[in-house]
């Protein structure tokens, strides 16, 4: 078992920077690959991107590339998402979530999620 919890959501004006953390606890945190997901009021939960457990595999999502960067700290079982120049159409609620490290698995655990408004 994974928990895991988001913070660092809030308001923010258009162009403007987020950092969200996730903290996770439980089973070794390093043989997870981590994930972020965001939903919009209304719309269906979207992929953003990965990292997988080493660091340096990662893929994002056209929509947040080159804007946004993922990053994780194995030490402290965190993985960070880094929101860079974001939009109006970036408002959500933003998820990260685990599967194991194996190609082809699913994610399994998630967060609680965290708010995202970005003004425009």
């Known amino acids: 078992q994974v928990q895991l919890v988001e913070s660092g959501g809030g308001l923010v004006q258009a162009g403007g920077s987020l950092r969200l953390s996730c903290a996770a606890s439980?089973?070794?945190?390093?043989?997870?690959?981590l994930g972020w997901f965001r939903q919009a009021s209304g719309k269906e939960r979207e992929f953003i991107g990965a990292?997988?457990?080493?660091?340096?595999?990662?893929n994002y999502a056209d929509s947040v590339k080159g804007r946004f960067t993922i990053s994780r700290d194995n030490a402290i079982a965190t993985v960070y998402l880094q929101m860079n120049s974001l939009k109006a159409d970036d408002t959500a609620v933003y998820y990260c979530?685990?599967?194991?490290?194996?190609?082809?698995?699913?994610?399994?655990?998630w967060g609680q999620g965290t708010q995202v408004t970005v003004s425009s």
């Open positions: 990292i997988t457990w080493s660091g340096v595999g990662r």
């Open positions: 979530a685990a599967r194991p490290a194996a190609v082809g698995t699913s994610y399994i655990y």
């Open positions: 439980g089973r070794t945190f390093s043989r997870y690959t």
